[in-house]
């Protein structure tokens, strides 16, 4: 996850929300109510959604509402980002209706990453169950200080390495990496130690790399020189400008764009998306987080990746048709192949 300045440490906390409330309608915005399909999978007592994000901002209430569908793309992207155990709004959206919404407008593929022992736990149990889904497992370089701090950091690294082996539908290792904007200095040397664990685990089970890279863009480069770049390399929600984004591509990383490319003070990133090849972007929504203009703070879901996508191929000057079909694909090549 990136957190977005609206998210307080103290929201982060592990910790249960009481069982999933049912799926309700995305607001007062008139758009429709989520079907769940007969059958579909139910939670039964499995962890998830592990985490409430909060609905207060500074003194002031969020607009929690669930902003409306946007128009369908004409071709089909995947979100590679998203954090479906993750609640946030007036509703879960659990993931048959998270799967539902966002198909009906072209998103017909999600990669769930799961940021602690639990919550890679939910994403490889959810990624089992859902043929759409396939999951991303690690500890979160702002959890990995709190892990290390409890003397866990060993064992969870371990554990990480048991789940990536456990199904072959866990595609990437992540998200990791470096956050020097919400961990202090005091966490820095088991960040460090977490994500080279992570790379190492990249290469010996051939996976995916997900990087989350806040604050620390030459550090996360030099780690990656260090330890040496996997073969599938994505940089998580991509918040460099256009030199940082060449030295990514450089190295073979794929550029992973979120809502933040459209927001009014995200040149750099702008002038990114523009330099990059392309069949080296991604997009993502980092859901619940980084919903895309023009409903920055509100809860954020796979649905809204339309609006994100015709940003950028209004940014590049692309064909939106040409762009999603690139995306498609370079989603798959990012992440193992097709699923
Ligand atoms: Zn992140
Ligand atoms: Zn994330």
């Not at 892990?147 to 990791?176: C, F, K, N, W, Y």
Request: aromatic share 4%.
């Amino acid at each position: 996850m990136t957190d977005d300045a609206l998210v307080p440490d103290s929201s982060r906390a592990p910790g249960r929300s009481g069982s999933p409330r049912p799926s309700e309608s995305l607001g007062p915005s008139g758009s429709p109510e989520p079907r769940r399909p007969s059958g579909s999978p139910r939670r039964s007592g499995s962890p998830g959604p592990s985490r409430s994000r909060v609905t207060e901002q500074g003194g002031g209430k969020r607009d929690i509402s669930r902003p409306p569908l946007p128009e369908p793309l004409p071709a089909p992207v995947v979100d590679n980002h998203c954090h479906l155990d993750i609640e946030d709004g007036n509703s879960w959206l659990d993931p048959a209706s998270a799967l539902e919404l966002a198909s009906s407008v072209g998103v017909t593929r999600i990669v769930q990453i799961g940021c602690d022992l639990q919550g890679a736990a939910w994403a490889v149990k959810t990624a089992e169950e859902f043929d759409a889904i396939v999951a991303g497992v690690a500890i979160h370089p702002n959890e990995a200080p709190r892990v290390d701090a409890d003397g866990g950091l060993d064992a969870g690294l371990a554990e990480i390495e048991r789940l990536v082996l456990s199904s072959p539908r866990v595609r990437a290792v992540g998200e990791t990496g470096l956050d020097y904007f919400r961990t202090g200095v005091d966490g820095v040397a088991a960040q460090r130690r977490s994500f080279a664990a992570h790379i190492e685990l990249a290469h010996r089970h051939d996976k995916t790399l997900v990087i989350h890279d806040r604050n620390a863009h030459d550090d996360v480069l030099a780690m990656l020189d260090e330890h040496g770049v996997p073969e599938r390399t994505v940089l998580h929600c991509f918040s460099g400008d256009a030199d940082f984004a060449r030295r990514c591509l450089d190295r073979g990383g794929y550029l992973s764009f979120a809502g933040t490319v459209t927001f009014k003070n995200a040149q750099d990133l702008r002038d990114a998306l523009v330099i990059a090849p392309l069949d080296r972007i991604l997009v993502e929504t980092d859901a619940p987080f980084l919903a895309p203009m023009p409903f920055r703070g509100r809860p954020n879901a796979s649905y809204l990746i339309p609006t994100t996508v015709r940003a950028m191929a209004e940014v590049r000057g692309e064909d939106l048709e040409v762009l999603c079909t690139a995306i498609n694909a370079n989603t798959e090549n990012a992440f193992g192949g097709r699923w």
